[in-house]
């Protein structure tokens, strides 16, 4: 059932009404202040230093002609994904998700894209009635582990997806590293930002990252993934398709400046949007300003080194966001022992928008790298003609996801099927039948 014409008209008619109180002029020009006054650095109110340019602030456009048909920094690239079946409940109280990780490469190596990691995450009530597995498939191509997630009272479900997934990313990456030659990118973020956002969520979900070995084996090996780069001088870069950050938007709050976006997203989209405002006449004869987009190029900052939100945990001893008993240890974050200086494992990135598709891209990568400059532009130069190229992710990250994503078919065929397995149904609610087109059960 569709809405009624007058109900219709009635919704856009409150949103003609909005659009006459919002000064978007006056936005694009807090934008511009932002950029000017409150990035270099951006502090706090207790004047702690959440995010500041790694070398001279600039913003930077290139037409897509232009970046298209730049000689490319990388001969060889390679792309890392994982996809999940998401979380799926069963009548005997079992909550599971299962991780498949895959790496690409550009050129194509048909050899290393058979090689697979699948990760099976297990929440049970009756710890005894899962046993761990770590096996072998595929004539050993395939790593194949099941594993218990720590115990918790609620939030069941984003812990077994997040164990999951970014335990067969971080698994299967650092497996194929020494496949990789000249560069690797993450579909993603170059740390597990899901599970490190358990610290601000809920205290249960903070304690598993201080308290429980399974959170903390995914996070330490990131960080062993970025000493392994290091030692290697092969960059690792993580590419962020839908950034949600809201560590600027957030402190410019705090500091009292009424910023009106909903998060760090917009904001950088209105800084990197080119066009113009222009007025028009509605068929209603009523007179409206609208933004004409250029979309002739693409537009970019520099690189930051960042601090706020979930990056904070991985700054110096971890001890801003550890727990005051276990957590930020001389070791330091979450006790883990590291190798490179502290600062070496920061993250660092800049933005990038696409105006054909109205989108913002988020570059990561850690602050050991980007501090060389000839390090920081290479990978800079790669980015921006890869997307000006693809119109989206660089090719490897494209393959790389590809390769990994698990279908709506096969996921709903391998739900099934464990529900056989373990002799019981799935949980089913309405939403399923509605929308999953499923006829009972």
């Given at each position: 059932?569709?809405?009624?014409?007058?109900?219709?008209?009635?919704?856009?008619?409150?949103?003609?009404?909005?659009?006459?109180?919002?000064?978007?002029?006056?936005?694009?020009?807090?934008?511009?202040?932002?950029?000017?006054?409150?990035?270099?650095?951006?502090?706090?109110?207790?004047?702690?230093?959440?995010?500041?340019?790694?070398?001279?602030?600039?913003?930077?456009?290139?037409?897509?002609?232009?970046?298209?048909?730049?000689?490319?920094?990388?001969?060889?690239?390679?792309?890392?994904?994982?996809?999940?079946?998401?979380?799926?409940?069963?009548?005997?109280?079992?909550?599971?998700?299962?991780?498949?990780?895959?790496?690409?490469?550009?050129?194509?190596?048909?050899?290393?894209?058979?090689?697979?990691?699948?990760?099976?995450?297990?929440?049970?009530?009756?710890?005894?009635?899962?046993?761990?597995?770590?096996?072998?498939?595929?004539?050993?191509?395939?790593?194949?582990?099941?594993?218990?997630?720590?115990?918790?009272?609620?939030?069941?479900?984003?812990?077994?997806?997040?164990?999951?997934?970014?335990?067969?990313?971080?698994?299967?990456?650092?497996?194929?590293?020494?496949?990789?030659?000249?560069?690797?990118?993450?579909?993603?973020?170059?740390?597990?930002?899901?599970?490190?956002?358990?610290?601000?969520?809920?205290?249960?979900?903070?304690?598993?990252?201080?308290?429980?070995?399974?959170?903390?084996?995914?996070?330490?090996?990131?960080?062993?993934?970025v000493e392994r780069a290091v030692?290697?001088?092969?960059?690792?870069?993580?590419?962020?398709?839908?950034?949600?950050?809201?560590?600027?938007?957030?402190?410019?709050?705090?500091?009292?400046?009424?910023?009106?976006?909903?998060?760090?997203?917009?904001?950088?989209?209105?800084?990197?949007?080119?066009?113009?405002?222009?007025?028009?006449?509605?068929?209603?004869?009523?007179?409206?300003r609208e933004w004409e987009r250029?979309?002739?190029?693409?537009?970019?900052?520099?690189?930051?080194?960042?601090?706020?939100?979930?990056?904070?945990?991985?700054?110096?001893?971890?001890?801003?966001?550890?727990?005051?008993?276990?957590?930020?240890?001389?070791?330091?974050?979450?006790?883990?022992?590291?190798?490179?200086?502290?600062?070496?494992?920061?993250?660092?990135?800049?933005?990038?928008?696409?105006?054909?598709?109205?989108?913002?891209?988020?570059?990561?990568?850690?602050?050991?790298?980007?501090?060389?400059?000839?390090?920081?532009?290479?990978?800079?130069?790669?980015?921006?003609?890869?997307?000006?190229?693809?119109?989206?992710?660089?090719?490897?990250?494209?393959?790389?996801?590809?390769?990994?994503?698990?279908?709506?078919?096969?996921?709903?065929?391998?739900?099934?099927?464990?529900?056989?397995?373990?002799?019981?149904?799935?949980?089913?609610?309405?939403?399923?039948?509605?929308?999953?087109?499923?006829?009972?059960?």
């Amino acid at each position: 059932m569709t809405l009624d014409r007058v109900h219709f008209e009635g919704i856009t008619g409150h949103a003609r009404r909005i659009e006459r109180s919002i000064d978007e002029r006056e936005h694009q020009r807090f934008a511009e202040q932002v950029w000017q006054e409150f990035l270099d650095p951006l502090r706090d109110d207790s004047g702690t230093e959440l995010l500041a340019p790694v070398a001279e602030q600039q913003l930077h456009e290139i037409a897509f002609d232009t970046a298209a048909l730049a000689e490319p920094t990388f001969e060889t690239t390679h792309g890392l994904d994982s996809g999940t079946i998401n979380p799926t409940s069963y009548k005997n109280g079992l909550v599971l998700d299962v991780a498949h990780a895959a790496m690409a490469a550009e050129p194509s190596d048909l050899g290393l894209h058979r090689k697979r990691s699948l990760i099976t995450t297990v929440h049970s009530g009756d710890l005894a009635s899962v046993q761990e597995i770590d096996e072998r498939l595929d004539e050993g191509h395939t790593h194949n582990r099941l594993l218990r997630a720590p115990q918790v009272p609620r939030f069941e479900e984003s812990v077994v997806h997040e164990l999951a997934l970014y335990l067969a990313e971080s698994s299967h990456a650092l497996d194929q590293f020494d496949a990789v030659e000249e560069l690797l990118v993450l579909d993603g973020p170059i740390y597990p930002k899901g599970m490190l956002n358990w610290a601000d969520r809920a205290p249960e979900l903070r304690d598993l990252l201080y308290d429980e070995p399974e959170p903390r084996d995914v996070i330490e090996n990131y960080i062993r993934l970025v000493e392994r780069a290091v030692e290697r001088d092969v960059p690792i870069v993580g590419f962020v398709k839908n950034p949600a950050s809201k560590a600027i938007t957030r402190t410019l709050r705090d500091r009292g400046q009424q910023a009106p976006w909903a998060g760090d997203t917009a904001l950088f989209t209105r800084l990197l949007e080119r066009g113009e405002f222009v007025e028009t006449v509605d068929e209603r004869g009523e007179t409206r300003r609208e933004w004409e987009r250029d979309a002739d190029a693409l537009t970019y900052t520099s690189w930051f080194r960042s601090r706020g939100g979930a990056d904070r945990l991985l700054v110096g001893d971890g001890a801003s966001g550890g727990n005051a008993s276990t957590g930020g240890t001389s070791s330091g974050p979450f006790g883990i022992e590291r190798s490179l200086d502290p600062e070496a494992y920061e993250v660092t990135f800049f933005v990038l928008y696409d105006p054909r598709d109205d989108l913002l891209y988020r570059v990561e990568a850690p602050l050991a790298l980007t501090e060389d400059e000839s390090c920081r532009q290479a990978l800079t130069d790669f980015v921006v003609r890869e997307v000006a190229t693809e119109r989206g992710p660089p090719r490897a990250v494209a393959k790389a996801d590809a390769l990994a994503r698990i279908g709506q078919r096969s996921t709903n065929d391998l739900r099934d099927a464990l529900a056989e397995a373990f002799g019981t149904d799935r949980m089913r609610d309405y939403d399923d039948r509605r929308w999953g087109g499923e006829s009972g059960g």
